[in-house]
């Protein structure tokens, strides 16, 4: 195989059980994003647009959709034939074989995979961020280092520092000091979990990490402190965008609610840096005489008949008329009835919404595995579920538990406010 | 599932021009409802048939065919075996030339195709149906060559089929392609309501035998050379499709057709039934809805980004509407922009038109306004 410079690890394995009902049927990063995406578009283009051909993908956790959607890699121009993209899963050894024991652990088992690509060094990346980032810049800032590491990290507000794990660094932002959630943090520099190593270097610390029963085999935890204490030069890379882990039902809904902006940060319109999907192939979205939709993103194939406002509706959903959807998440292919309400939800993928439904976090009655309102109060209906219609009351056709609707006022008040009320 | 048949697309007509739309472009590859081109509906009506070795013969400005088709791809026909195969062809100096002079320069690939069929399709059909179903009503009958053919309510123009037998036999066609207004008379007094749908099957052998023939003879035209001097010789046969089919021939129904689409019944048909319209991916973004934008009654590719009022009309991609602009019953193409306050009603607008701030364009419903592609206004 011809040696590659730099080739790129995605951590793909993760449960995200934030996310709960959610990430039920598959893996954080094949979680619908943006009316058009899956997470790990983002990342996969970045690669692709940075130049960097050799993509690994660990997954682990519910791979269905995410291999399936990867497939050969075509989406992102990833289908090579020297480098590419590469789904791998743990597999049995010789000697038995293990699940990933942790991100330090899921790269010290395909050591054999990037051994073959003889790279130089090694970007590990998350396939759960949502962000536009050219890697080859880091790559040049952690040469021009001399660096050993080089850790990605973003100022975040002095509010939130003490959320994050946040890196001291000195004048020349070489790394002095890991402070994981600090009560009192020193600085706002929040790592983003991209790491820049040097491959041999790293190889021989996994190798050591792997005998050392009591280390959890993380890079955060384990790999990273350790370098640190034994002097190795690791420097911190300052980036500047859009970036959002999107980690629990709030964050993955406000970032979608972001793209609504009327500049967001996040420029999908940006041809220079285009992110790269899977295409569903489904027609011009056709919305209706009675249709009426603003402050949204809707996809192909929809069909509009009612009122949309500052949501974000993905591809082949169909909306019946006098249906009110405001600040919600629509994922692709459901179906909403007629004089459906839906208000501060995410809907998952081919859910059916029968006529005359009300969705709310009042209805906060519903008991149901696929039902669930967390606590900013975004309520998530789990994919394939049939919410039916008795009366203006809503029944989970799955567990058949009834709630009562609240009637339509409140929504009324809230169109009002935002400035859509409909005809 | 395999099919015993090839496909073939016709653009080798010089009459197959659409004013203002195919200055740059066969007709083929002109922008047909919000994200397509007319080529894709034929094309993936015959990957979605199981036809999988197809060839296209294109005799004008194929460049933006080219680009549009390139290795078939999204057409799943970047294949080992068979696959998409474009022929650039053509007409010699003295201006002769035609779709059997093409064949017969390009005869190796009809040989090493191993289809025993050919279906024949023109490049200006907005369709989404079933060939599989044409081939076993061609081989059932023992037919020389089948005609698709749709009828209408009306009078028609184009190829019609004027005589049918009981059994389906086509007796007799005209091509009233140069005829205007045909005058009720001795000639002209059958129906004229069987419009040729510019579909047809034939076998590879005859094909080849007629365009020998015909070439040899100094004729170059499927239909008039080939099959309407050829009936009398030949079994042909008529299948009727009674499903959405049009000929685009016109601007002014290219115009109607685009807003044909806007029917839900159309839009469903169309789209979904048998199979899906492929077409080339683009990697657009969602449509974004600004806080202005009241869009009614339309049509909306990806990509665009609304911030005025569209009342029935058929956007593309990369379309962008800014705030105050109005458009009513136009099709506008990909990556135009309709800046502040202007106002375009039936028009046409090609791609990477500009309509400045404030500016007015108005058409006629049954005479749209065509800009041309790349056009500031």
Redesign the interface.
Known sequence: MVKKECIAMILAGGQGSRLGILTQKLAKPAVPFGGKYRIIDFVLSNCQNSGIDTVGVLTQYQPLTLNSYIGIGSAWDLDRKNGGVFLLPPYVKKKGGEWYKGTANAIFQNIEFIDSYAPEYLLILSGDHIYKMDYSKMLDFHKSKGADVTIAVIRVPWSEASRFGILNVDDEDRIYEFEEKPKKPKSNLASMGIYVFNWKLLKAYLQEDEQDANSSHDFGKDINPKMLKDNCKMYAYQFEGYWKDVGTVESLWQANMDLLEDAPQLDLYDTDWPIYSVNPNQPPQYLSPKAKVSRSLISEGCVVNGTVVHSVIFSGVYIGEDTVIIDSIIMPNARIGKDVKINKAIICEGVEVADGCCITSENSNIRCEQYHVDETGICVIGSNVELSNALKECVLSSREREFKSRDFETLKAMLLRLGGLPT | MNINAMGIINLADKNKILKGLTVHRPLAAVPF???YRIIDFVLSSMVNSGIKNIGIFVERKSRSLIDHLYSG?DWDLDRKRDGLFIFQCNSSENGYGGFFKYLCENLDYLYKSKQEYVVIAEGNIICNLNFAEILDHHTKLNADITVVYKKYNSNVSGVVITELSDNGKVIDMLDLERILEPKAGRLFSRNLDKKAAGIYVISKSLLIDLAQICVAKGYYDFVKDGLIKNLSKLNVYAYRYDGYLVNIDSIKNYYRYNMD??N?DI?KS???EPG????K?Q?G???????????????????C?IDGVVENS?LFRRVKVHKGALIKNSIIMQKTEIEQNAIVENVILDKEVKVTKGKKLIGEKNYPLVVGKGTVI
């Open positions: 409802g919000c994200r791809k689409l806007l839900q839009w169309l789209f979904f899906l319209i492929y077409t991916i990697d973004p969602p449509t974004k809805y600004m806080k202005n934008s009241d869009v009614k009654d339309s049509l909306i590719a990806n990509a980004i058929i």
